[in-house]
C-alpha cells in the first residue's frame, strides 16, 4: 500500500444494511394505512394498480438514493493514514493515522450477518468519542484488512504483503456457555425484583385491575430489554489469548469483535452478586484507553465465569500484581479477610455497613492498588499505580464520628475506580501521602 493508491468503494449492499429497517418501516406504513382495505380491493382493481404504481415509484427513488450513497462512500488506505469518504450533499471525509490507532475491531450488525458483511471500527488515542467506521466489506476482507493494519499500527513503515491471510484462531481463555449465561441473567437481583414486579402486576391485570396497564407495560418492557442487552453482550462470548492481550468476541443478532491490548488496560474490576458467589462465578470488565463498547462505559470482558476463568484473563491483561503469589491474593481480593496483606476496616465500621464492613479492605502493592466493596455485589477493583490520574478524599459526618475515611482513586478509559471505603482515617491519610509520592515520581 502507498500514498498513490485510489480509492476504493465499499460493497456495493452497504447501503441496504443500514437501510433495511427504514424499508420496512414504509412497507408497515403502507399497510397501516390500508388495513381497512378488503383483500379483493388489495389484490384487484384500480387500487392494485396505483398500489404497484406508488410501490414501484418507491422502491426506484430508495435505489437512487442508494446507489449515490454507495457511490460517493469511498475509503483509502496509505502507508500513514486510513480514509473514509462519504455523503453526496454534505461531503464528509473522516481519517485516522496508523501510528495512533488503539485498536480495529470487526462488528456485524444483523443485516450484515445475513448477507456476510463486516463493518471495522477504528479507535485512536486522542480519546474522540467519534470512532472511524469502515461499513461495510466482506467479512474475509475485512478481517484480513484488520490483520495488515494490525503489524502496521505504531509502525507506519512496515510493509504489508497483500497476500497476507487471517491468522489462525488464538488459543480460548474463557468462553460462556448458553446455560450458565441465562442462568446468571437470572441470578441477578435487579433482575428478580424486576420480574416479580411484572408479574404481580400482570397477576393483577388479569384480576380485573386495569389501572396497572400503565404501569405493567413500561416495566414489561424495560425488563425485557434489560435481559436482551444481558444476553446480547454474552450471547457465544469467547475470549482468546493474542499477542500482549486478549481478543472478545459475542453477540446474538449483532455480533461485535474486540482486541484489548494489556498495555492499555487502565483499571480491571471483578464483581461477584449474591447469587452467583454460590455458584463460584464472577463478572470481569475493564477501563480501556481508546476501546469503547457499545453498550457500557465498560468493557466486559468476561460476562460470567469461573475463578479459573478470572486468574487466567488476569494473567494476560494484568500479569504484574506485585506480589509472588498472584493466584492467592485473587482469591482474597474475591472474598473477606486480611490475609496476604489486605487492611481491612475496623470493627466501628460495621454500624455504618453492617453487611460489608467485612468485605471492605485495599492492598497497595509495589505496582498495584486492590480494593473491595459491596456486600450484595461484592467488587474488587484493580488499579495499577502507573493509571492513577488523581485521587479523592471522603468522608461524612458519621464516617469523621467514627474516624473512618474513603480514598477514591481515578483512572481514564471508562467508569472503574479504585475504592478504599471506610477505612481507619490515619490509614487513609497514610495511603494517600505514599501514592502522592507515588504518582509525584512517575
Same mark, same amino acid.
Given at each position: 500500500m502507498n500514498s498513490e493508491e485510489n480509492w476504493q468503494r465499499v460493497h456495493p449492499?452497504?447501503?441496504?444494511?443500514?437501510?433495511?429497517?427504514?424499508?420496512?418501516?414504509?412497507?408497515?406504513?403502507?399497510?397501516?394505512?390500508?388495513?381497512?382495505?378488503?383483500?379483493?380491493?388489495?389484490?384487484?382493481?384500480?387500487r392494485l394498480f396505483w398500489t404497484l404504481v406508488s410501490a414501484g415509484a418507491a422502491l426506484v427513488v430508495i435505489l437512487i438514493f442508494y446507489f449515490f450513497s454507495w457511490y460517493f462512500t469511498r475509503y483509502r488506505l496509505t502507508?500513514?493514514?486510513?480514509?473514509?469518504?462519504?455523503?453526496?450533499?454534505?461531503?464528509?471525509?473522516?481519517?485516522a493515522r496508523l501510528d495512533k490507532l488503539q485498536a480495529i475491531d470487526i462488528a456485524q450488525p444483523l443485516g450484515a450477518r445475513i448477507?456476510?458483511?463486516?463493518?471495522?471500527?477504528?479507535?485512536?488515542?486522542?480519546?474522540?468519542?467519534?470512532?472511524?467506521?469502515?461499513?461495510?466489506?466482506?467479512?474475509?476482507?475485512a478481517q484480513k484488512l484488520r490483520e495488515q493494519l494490525l503489524g502496521r499500527m505504531g509502525s507506519p513503515q512496515a510493509e504489508v504483503q497483500p497476500e497476507a491471510v487471517v491468522e489462525e484462531p488464538p488459543p480460548l481463555t474463557a468462553r460462556v456457555p448458553a446455560g450458565r449465561l441465562l442462568a446468571s441473567i437470572f441470578l441477578q437481583l435487579p433482575i428478580l425484583v424486576g420480574l416479580l414486579v411484572t408479574v404481580s402486576l400482570l397477576i393483577s391485570y388479569l384480576l380485573g385491575a386495569q389501572g396497572v396497564l400503565a404501569g405493567l407495560i413500561p416495566t414489561a418492557l424495560g425488563l425485557g430489554s434489560w435481559v436482551y442487552k444481558e444476553i446480547?453482550?454474552?450471547w457465544n462470548f469467547n475470549a482468546s489469548a493474542q499477542d500482549a492481550g486478549v481478543r472478545i468476541s459475542y453477540g446474538l443478532a449483532d455480533t461485535r469483535q474486540h482486541s484489548i491490548p494489556a498495555g492499555r488496560v487502565q483499571a480491571i474490576m471483578i464483581t461477584a452478586p449474591l447469587f452467583w458467589r454460590m455458584l463460584g462465578w464472577y463478572r470481569v470488565q475493564v477501563n480501556v484507553m481508546g476501546t469503547k463498547s457499545d453498550e457500557d462505559d465498560n468493557l466486559s470482558v468476561l460476562p460470567v465465569g469461573s475463578f479459573e476463568e478470572v486468574c487466567r484473563l488476569?494473567?494476560?491483561?494484568?500479569?504484574?500484581?506485585?506480589?509472588?503469589? +498472584?493466584?492467592?491474593?485473587? %482469591?482474597? @481480593?474475591?472474598?473477606?479477610?486480611?490475609?496476604?496483606?489486605f487492611t481491612g476496616s475496623p470493627s466501628r465500621a460495621k454500624p455504618l455497613s453492617p453487611g460489608a464492613w467485612k468485605h471492605q479492605g485495599f492492598l497497595a502493592t509495589g505496582t498495584t492498588v486492590i480494593s473491595r466493596y459491596g456486600w450484595l455485589a461484592r467488587q474488587a477493583s484493580f488499579v495499577p499505580h502507573r493509571r492513577v490520574q488523581g485521587m479523592g478524599w471522603q468522608q461524612g459526618p458519621w464516617e469523621r464520628r467514627r474516624k473512618l475515611a474513603g480514598v477514591r482513586l481515578y483512572?481514564?478509559?471508562g467508569n472503574i475506580m479504585g475504592y478504599l471505603h471506610q477505612i481507619d482515617q490515619e490509614?487513609?491519610?497514610?495511603?494517600? +501521602?505514599?501514592?502522592?509520592? %507515588?504518582? @509525584?515520581?512517575?
Open positions: 449492499a452497504s447501503p441496504f444494511v443500514r437501510g433495511w429497517l427504514a424499508i420496512i418501516g414504509l412497507v408497515f406504513i403502507y399497510w397501516r394505512n390500508t388495513e381497512d382495505w378488503s383483500m379483493a380491493e388489495r389484490f384487484s382493481g384500480p502507508d500513514t493514514h486510513v480514509y473514509v469518504n462519504s455523503g453526496m450533499l454534505i461531503r464528509s471525509q473522516k481519517q448477507l456476510g458483511l463486516a463493518e471495522l471500527r477504528f479507535d485512536v488515542a486522542d480519546g474522540s468519542e467519534s470512532v472511524l467506521r469502515l461499513a461495510f466489506l466482506r467479512k474475509a476482507q446480547n453482550q454474552g488476569m494473567g494476560i491483561l494484568l500479569p504484574d500484581l506485585g506480589v509472588e503469589n +498472584q493466584r492467592e491474593v485473587l %482469591r482474597t @481480593a474475591v472474598s473477606t479477610g486480611t490475609a496476604h496483606g483512572c481514564a478509559g490509614t487513609a491519610k497514610e495511603f494517600m +501521602q505514599a501514592q502522592s509520592k %507515588r504518582l @509525584a515520581e512517575r
